[in-house]
């Protein structure tokens, strides 16, 4: 675990509301120069606090108007079956997320879909036919909000 000082979290909430900034702009908000703002981000980097950068696209504006969480329990259990079923459900392009959880079920995934026919047809021929899928509980999202995280 990385030690953070209060400009390294200033410097964290500013990357996670807007990662595209410049070193000299996101020093002139935490009060750094450009290059000690650099080597921040370079020893945050290294360290593991941050994991990149990445590109949030709007899955509605590009014509996928249905966030689906499923809550999946595998019908047989094993470490060949969750590897068969991880790899198989990773390669399905709506699934935006796949997270083996403790609990009630094994894997929790994100789902997006044109609309909810496209997305029981989803579940129908592609999910549902995977290896070693159970029991499925689905989630419709109707809203989300942002968090920032725990950086205090």
Request: aromatic fraction near 4%; avoid cysteine; proline fraction near 3%.
């Amino acid at each position: 675990m990385i030690e953070l000082d209060e400009t390294d979290r200033h410097l964290l909430r500013a990357l996670a509301r807007d990662a595209t900034q410049s070193a000299g702009a996101l020093g002139r908000q935490v009060g750094l120069s450009q290059p000690a703002t650099w080597r921040r981000i370079r020893r945050l980097e290294e360290a593991g606090a941050i994991r990149g950068r990445r590109l949030r696209l709007n899955a509605e504006a590009l014509g996928y108007g249905v966030t689906v969480f499923l809550g999946i329990k595998l019908g047989r259990k094993g470490q060949a079956s969750l590897a068969d079923f991880e790899r198989a459900v990773s390669a399905i392009p709506e699934v935006q997320t796949v997270e083996h959880v403790l609990g009630m079920y094994d894997f929790r995934l994100r789902v997006v879909a044109r609309d909810l026919a496209d997305f029981e047809r989803l579940l129908r021929r592609r999910i549902m036919t995977l290896p070693g899928a159970g029991e499925v509980e689905a989630n419709v999202l109707l809203s989300e909000e942002r968090r920032p995280g725990p950086i205090g």
